[in-house]
């Protein structure tokens, strides 16, 4: 097991600066090349985004767009989108800042959330940063809204440090209280009528309340002056442990957990050089010798992302949806088809421990190995269950292996395993071809038989331990 | 067919994993010796009770569901969602029960209910997740990576091979409490369609077999979780058909959760701790009716629990805990609801439960931001549970001494 073949390195891309790629995708990108490869999802600006669905259609009959609903339209937009790295970098920083619905319960608010971190998911860290701390949303999130000079409220200026920028242990309690006084009076306003029939827009925004602001002079991490908020994140932007952490964190989401130090200290530094540049910093990482070595390879945990947007972009299933969609006869039937499969993924990606919106704390989700316990591994063996079971379903046996005609079961489940990209042992598709030739016993007609090998299949590759790992 | 037969045979001939679903489970063989050791060596026998823990996620509006009738305050601060003192259910001189707790007069009556007062923690926290982890892991100081559960059962299982549901959450994620080091605490949705999950024999042989690896590569972790899933579920699918439910529920959350708990007592004799948590107590607006139904639905569904396990010759070993992660405001909203507050009651029912209020009620004119003080740690109950119930030492468990609260005759 080696990334030897230009087709193995375009697939590994893919499954980190992405969700994975069904077997015509890789065919595609490895004919285009690894290089163009990585500069196509890169360069994502250059590329039409995909078909959008217009969340604002989601709202209920209160005029209400609730969380979860918000957390579904997020999930299909991974699921379609033409530009998965950006996606994927949307994903990471809402696992960085930690934004919950559980407070921020405003769809709208969330949606602008998204869609900053959407925008800003590779720009330069100081934009994304004073973005998301001027955000309503974070603002609201860890109650900056409410720090105000006199009564300051340390909730954001706390995790901007320990959590954001440098990581425990690189601040006193000192400067926690001086950078909440320096943030005091960053708050955030609904527009009124006027600037909202103008700007078309109903949510709040960003307002410095210079009368909440606390002028003192203050001191932080040794500079003194009357600070005020940018300058805090600029103070944070020159400690050389911000580029570490922040480096150091890419680089256990997309290419390995716990580097070696050396790698550490040449990525920080490209980090700085780069001024702080997501993309140069990723553009190294996917080109570093260290991206296509064995200890990269299949080596990280999928997450309930990873797992469930990659089968359903395997399998093109939201491209299935619009098929099927097609005989629905009315708008509001094929929205109500898309909002049920959406749900169902939605509902098992909870299930697995990762509902879109609802990180457990602001440090995110735990990640890595805590991904997987026995609950989580059931759920990732019955979501074989919720794609495969129907014969009616929308991903059948024509669907994913066409009208070709098989020698053996064994070569199905080679097929199969190509489909899902599951790197299984020969040992192990035997295992599964042994126990999918005895269903015959236990079904009625070809079709049925077919569906059910299908199904069965699935079930043994998603529980198979290869197959937790992208 | 022939070739198919063929195949099977070979692999189970060739020594394959194949066929270790069909031999006796490791962990029983394990579980058989351990006991045998602990005998031998003198380890006082570990208790076979069973503790059922039932979690009222949202934050139960406490002053509602246990009312100081005698106060004028309440009626005065609550004068939309108040519940009329005609309609409560007195218990004491100054307390009464919220009318839908009607089914649990009889637990109150034979001394089986006893009611904790005033339950909650210093430097309260108001975020659900917060708090209830708090809770959970009973640990309001910091993050812990165990829960109070996790913690006890990791004791069991200290001394060799356990169960593989031991303990078990029912439920469809997995619960901080219930988070341990060593035993894995398996988390299943519904044991209603077990033997749908389990599978054909076969289709559980080939998932075990698929999960077999080289050596030891990060590979590991995956296979020990699935297996102890495959473990959990092939127990309470081959114990679960054996036992009909004796007594009636209803259809709510709560009855089905009680029903199917009921059933894994009746079947399983080594499971030590269950877990059932059921939401919707976070009632910011219109809350009376909605918080009426939950209530109604809590208590049938423990009341027709208690009456199974008294039918089943349990009711001795078995407790159930319940509680919330907060109270709320003492002063209704504008809404007709109530916004996350502090202290509330915690339930403890069971045949060996020495009924009755404990601690103190909070004081409607002494409120800490609009809220009920706690003025019981709720680890005392934990200590209580754990000391005079389980068997346990509550202090190696909870990381400190409490003072037990004479909760058990």
């Keep these: ?52 669905i217009d969340v604002y259609e989601l709202t209920n009959n209160n005029g209400n767009l609730p969380a979860p609903i918000v957390s579904g339209w997020w999930l299909h937009r991974m699921m379609v989108t033409k530009r998965p790295l950006q996606a994927k970098l949307s994903l990471f920083w809402h696992d960085h800042f ?128 009357n600070l005020g908020g940018e300058d805090v994140i600029d103070i944070l932007l020159d400690q050389p442990v911000t580029a570490r952490y922040i480096a150091t964190k890419l680089w256990s989401w997309f290419v390995y957990e716990n580097p070696e130090e050396a790698v550490v200290d040449r990525i920080a530094s490209v980090f700085l050089g780069s001024g702080y540049s997501v993309k140069a910093l990723l553009r190294h990482m996917f080109t570093s010798e260290e991206f296509y070595s064995a200890r990269a390879e299949r080596a990280l945990y999928k997450s309930p992302a990873d797992f469930v947007v990659g089968i359903c972009r395997s399998v093109d299933l939201p491209g299935v949806l619009d098929l099927v969609s097609i005989f629905q006869d009315s708008e509001k039937e094929k929205r109500q088809l898309l909002r049920g499969a959406v749900g169902g993924m939605m509902g098992s990606m909870q299930n697995m421990g990762q509902f879109l919106l609802y990180p457990p704390t602001v440090a995110g989700w735990d990640g890595g190995a805590a991904w997987v316990n026995s609950a989580t591994m059931l759920e990732r063996i019955k979501f074989a269950d919720t794609m495969f079971q129907k014969r009616n379903g929308p991903i059948n046996w024509n669907y994913l292996v066409g009208n070709r005609r098989f020698e053996s079961v064994r070569e199905v489940v080679d097929r199969l395993c190509e489909v899902f990209d599951a790197q299984l042992p020969a040992a192990k598709k035997e295992i599964v071809a042994t126990h999918v030739e005895g269903l015959l016993d236990l079904t009625r007609g070809e079709e049925q038989y077919r569906q059910e090998m299908l199904h069965q299949a699935s079930r043994l590759i998603f529980g198979s331990p290869e197959f937790q790992f992208c | 067919m022939a070739e198919n037969h063929s195949r099977r045979d070979f692999l189970v001939r060739s020594g394959s994993v194949l066929a270790l679903g069909l031999l006796t489970p490791a962990w029983l063989r394990g579980v058989a010796l351990a006991q045998k050791t602990d005998r031998l060596n003198g380890v006082v026998p570990r208790s076979d009770n069973v503790l059922i823990v039932c979690q009222l996620s949202g934050g139960n509006d406490g002053l509602n569901t246990v009312i100081p009738y005698s106060e004028k305050d309440y009626y005065r ?89 031991v303990g078990l959450c029912l439920d469809n994620s997995a619960n901080p409490a219930l988070s341990a080091r060593k035993v894995s605490v398996p988390t299943i949705a519904s044991l209603d369609d077990i033997s749908e999950l389990a599978g054909t024999q076969d289709a559980e042989a080939a998932m075990r077999a698929i999960q077999q690896m080289d050596g030891n590569t990060p590979f590991g972790h ?41 059933k894994l007592i009746a079947v399983s004799p080594l499971t030590r701790v269950a877990y059932l948590s059921i939401g919707g107590f976070d009632t910011h607006a219109n809350q009376q009716d909605r918080h009426s139904e ?60 020495k009924g009755g209020l404990h601690g103190e009620y909070p004081s409607l004119q002494d409120l800490d931001d609009g809220d009920l003080k706690y003025n019981l740690d709720f680890r005392r109950v934990y200590a209580s549970v754990l000391d005079r119930f389980m068997q346990a030492d509550s202090e190696k468990l909870l990381g400190q001494r409490f003072e037990i609260l004479p909760l058990f005759s």
């Design chain 2, 294 to 353: 939950l209530l109604g639905n809590f208590a049938s569904g423990l009341s027709a629990f208690m009456q199974e396990m008294q039918q089943i010759g349990m009711a001795q070993r078995v407790t159930v805990l319940a509680f919330s992660e907060f109270g709320r405001r003492v002063k209704e909203n504008g809404s007709g609801g109530t916004d996350h507050g502090q202290a509330g009651p915690m339930f403890i029912a069971g045949g060996s439960v």
């Design chain 1, 98 to 225: 930690g934004c919950s619905a559980e407070k921020v319960q405003n769809g709208y608010l969330l949606v602008q959330h998204i869609r900053l971190l959407n925008r800003h998911a590779s720009s330069d860290f100081r934009t994304l940063l004073l973005a998301v701390a001027q955000d309503p949303t974070m603002l609201r999130f860890l109650d900056n809204n409410v720090n105000v000079s006199g009564k300051p409220n340390e909730n954001f200026a706390r995790e901007l440090m320990e959590l954001f920028t440098m990581g425990i242990g690189n601040y006193t309690e000192k400067d926690v209280q001086e950078a909440a006084r320096a943030l005091t009076g960053w708050s955030f306003q609904r527009p009124n009528r006027i600037q909202a029939a103008l700007r078309n827009k109903v949510e709040p925004e960003f307002i410095f309340r210079e009368n909440q602001h606390d002028k003192g002079i203050k001191t932080f991490l040794g500079v003194s002056g």
């Design chain 2, 77 to 165: 601060l609550r004068p939309g969602i108040g519940i009329a003192e005609k309609e409560q259910i007195p218990i004491s001189g100054h307390l009464a029960l919220h009318p839908a707790l009607k089914p649990l007069q009889g637990l109150w009556d034979s001394g089986q209910l006893a009611i904790v007062n005033g339950a909650g923690y210093p430097e309260h926290n108001r975020s659900h997740f917060s708090s209830m982890k708090i809770w959970q892991t009973a640990s309001p100081e910091g993050p812990s990576q165990t829960g109070w559960l996790g913690n006890y059962l990791d004791l069991i299982g200290s001394t060799g091979p356990v169960s593989p549901v």
């Design chain 2, 222 to 262: 995956v296979s020990q979780s699935t297996n102890s899933a495959l473990d959990a579920v092939h127990e309470l699918n081959s114990m679960l058909g054996k036992y009909e439910n004796v007594i009636e529920y209803k259809a709510d959350k709560f009855s089905s959760g009680f029903r199917q708990l009921a």
């Design chain 1, 1 to 52: 097991m080696a990334l030897d073949t230009e087709r193995k390195k375009v697939a590994h891309l893919l499954r980190r600066a992405g969700f994975g790629a069904g077997i015509s995708r890789i065919d595609y990108f490895t004919e285009l090349g690894l290089d163009a490869t990585l500069e196509h999802l890169l360069d994502y600006e250059q590329v039409a985004e995909g078909p959008e």
